[in-house]
């Protein structure tokens, strides 16, 4: 699922499965559902 973190009043949306961190909620539940759960080959 996908975790809200709070950063200087700013809110990040950090996919519990990879890590990876989104800026909004949206792209964070856009990239869950095709997330396979390692750390992507996309991610840096
Ligand atoms: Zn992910």
């Given at each position: 699922?996908?975790?809200?973190?709070?950063?200087?009043?700013?809110?990040?949306?950090?996919?519990?499965k990879c890590?990876?961190?989104?800026?909004?909620?949206?792209?964070?539940?856009?990239?869950?559902?095709?997330?396979a759960g390692d750390l992507p080959?996309?991610?840096?």
């Amino acid at each position: 699922m996908v975790a809200a973190t709070q950063v200087e009043q700013t809110t990040w949306y950090r996919c519990e499965k990879c890590g990876l961190v989104l800026a909004t909620k949206l792209d964070a539940e856009q990239h869950e559902e095709w997330c396979a759960g390692d750390l992507p080959s996309y991610c840096w």
